[in-house]
């Protein structure tokens, strides 16, 4: 067994340099100010008690730090999912309940275990069936739908949980006159002191410090007893190991969620971990081991109460940037915020909500990729109306409606381009032995009695249909009248069963109007298929060639009665010698 390559850290932990110590030091140091208020953010949204975010960034760090194959991503609490879970499980039970609690526990504890068999049956490739547009989409609108939730703490209004977002913005804007002013400004200077110590220097930890001067202004103006909301007694200590409240009936209930999470979880921290791959071209990616450290760290977690984690994209930035070169960043992470858990939770009393408040308002302006629904405007308008569609169907019909929908989008997308490839017309590009697609090239010459045509794809069951109804269109709505048709082959890089079917039935098509049938530039996989099935000599051999100009050129030549260049390498396969 490669034990390096089921143990990431082997890899890198024996090679590590001074220099790479020293950077992940920092970036450690750097990452650990980040999470501490993130986490107990996040866990708010997702309606637990902040402590279950700084255990969200304990055991899964760790345990992604052994197992990932990334060397700058964090894993921990991120908005997100944060979101999915209060989508989901507030359907169940009501938030910061006990019931709540173990629900959410139980939902990490089963993303992990669906990502770890994910991982065991080799699974990684499915993240490539939700599309970037629509992956945008659903961000851009749970950036809207995470906004409005914190508008009770924005405001100091008590909101009822309604289903509807219309309903929330309704209620607000109805008892805008309830405004509690004090929790206003709070969450408001938050926002301004992050936003401006980013813009002084991305090094500040804007967090951080908006939480220790919101910690400060409410113990020493005593804004608690003027109605400011604060975090109260905080657990101290590491978490326990606790099992989950793993029962059937508790399995169905939170199971939609669980659906959920792993699809955007998934896509959403590979995406991550191929982001920073590009970036530093010094290690690879590998998908279904990614899935495997990512179980594994959710499963590990859930025995430790941890709020369900994924890969953030906003701290893995900061540990890059900060000198990150391994996971050891992680585990220094990790390290620190488990002294924080023993040492200065009693800290946090006096921390406001409104400042939680205002650190997950500011990080979801990143969340809203307006950016990206522009160029997609410009450059291609159905990935634009995809992004679009999820984003109307997450924002106005729910978080799992517009998952569903956004992986619906992705594999419908991906099936009608399968199904409708390009089928163009090529001409000669005039004084060359080159041919083109005469709608691009409008100087490339049509010949007069022979038909050129490309096919852009596989030839399979999806598209055959497509494919014959083409071509016959072609030919039959042609000006001339036509003796020859060229099938540029050149594309076609697989054929199945149903695609050999109907390529004899464009053969008897095209024989019936005594229009001769040639091909050209088919690949090797593909003369085999053709060879086994008897097509080869259907077609003729002598009517199969390498290029297009060989096969017109030999046309001609053949109506002249001369001696065409046809070469045997055209029809060579693996079952016998050219023939």
């Not at 809207?144 to 924005?154: G, T």
């Not at 953030?312 to 996971?327: I, L, M, P």
Request: hydrophobic share 50%; charged share 15%; aromatic share 12%.
């Amino acid at each position: 067994m490669n034990f390096k390559r089921f143990l990431p850290i082997l890899k890198w932990f024996p090679n590590l340099t001074k220099q790479q110590f020293r950077g992940d030091i920092v970036a450690g140091l750097t990452v650990w100010v980040m999470l501490v208020p993130q986490g107990m953010a996040y866990a708010m949204l997702a309606g637990m008690p902040p402590i279950y975010g700084l255990y969200g960034g304990l055991v899964p760090l760790f345990l992604y730090a052994f197992f990932g194959t990334s060397r700058q991503v964090s894993v921990g609490p991120v908005a997100v999912s944060a979101l999915l879970v209060l989508a989901g499980i507030s359907q169940i039970a009501e938030p910061n309940s006990p019931e709540y609690i173990a629900y959410v526990i139980l939902t990490g504890l089963l993303i992990g275990l669906l990502q770890f068999f994910a991982s065991l049956i080799r699974m990684g490739f499915l993240v490539n069936f939700l599309s970037h547009p629509v992956i945008a989409g659903f961000t851009s609108a749970a950036a809207v739908i995470i906004a409005v939730s914190q508008l009770k703490y924005l405001l100091g209004i008590s909101i009822p949980r309604f289903s509807e977002l219309t309903d929330t913005l309704a209620y607000a804007i109805e008892h805008i006159d309830e405004i509690h002013f004090p929790s206003f400004l709070l969450c408001t200077s938050g926002i301004v002191i992050i936003w401006g110590l980013k813009k002084i220097s991305k090094a500040l930890p804007g967090a951080l410090i908006a939480v220790i001067l919101g910690i400060l202004a409410v113990h020493w103006l005593q804004l608690d007893q003027q109605g400011i909301e604060i975090i109260g007694s905080v657990p101290e200590g590491l978490p326990s190991f606790q099992w989950p409240a793993f029962t059937l009936e508790n399995i169905k209930l939170v199971l939609p969620t669980v659906l959920t999470v792993t699809i955007i979880g998934i896509v959403e921290s590979i995406s991550i971990a191929k982001v920073w791959e590009r970036r530093h071209r010094n290690y690879k990616i590998r998908a279904n081991q990614e899935l495997f450290a990512l179980g594994i760290s959710k499963i590990g977690g859930a025995f430790f109460q941890a709020l369900p984690s994924s890969a953030s994209f906003s701290r893995s930035a900061v540990n890059s940037e900060s000198g990150a070169k391994t996971q050891l960043s992680s585990i220094i992470t990790a390290t620190l915020v488990g002294l924080t858990l023993i040492f200065l939770t009693p800290l946090f009393f006096y921390l406001p909500t409104a400042i939680l408040a205002a650190i997950i308002l500011r990080s979801v302006v990143s969340l809203f990729d307006i950016q990206e629904a522009i160029h997609l405007w410009k450059t291609h308008k159905g990935d634009f109306a995809m992004l679009l569609l999820t984003f109307v169907i997450t924002l106005f019909w729910g978080i799992e409606e517009g998952v569903l929908a956004g992986v619906l989008f992705s594999v419908m997308m991906v099936m009608y381009r399968s199904a409708t490839p390009d089928v163009v017309v090529l001409g000669q590009l005039p004084n060359t032995r080159f041919y083109r697609n005469i709608e691009r090239f409008p100087e490339a010459i049509q010949l007069p009695d022979c038909l050129i045509v490309r096919f852009d794809s596989q030839l399979f069951f999806a598209n055959v249909s497509y494919f014959r109804d083409r071509i016959e269109n072609l030919v039959l709505h042609h000006p001339d009248s036509l003796k020859a048709f060229v099938l540029d082959a050149s594309s076609i890089h697989d054929i199945d069963s149903t695609g050999l079917h109907t390529l004899e039935e464009v053969c008897d098509f095209l024989k019936e109007r005594d229009i001769q049938f040639y091909v050209s530039g088919i690949i090797g996989p593909v003369r085999d298929s053709l060879h086994q099935a008897g097509l080869m000599d259907k077609i003729g051999k002598a009517n199969q060639f390498m290029y297009i100009h060989e096969t017109v050129e030999s046309h001609y030549k053949r109506q002249d009665n001369q001696a065409d260049n046809w070469k045997a390498e055209a029809v060579q396969t693996n079952y016998g010698n050219f023939e």
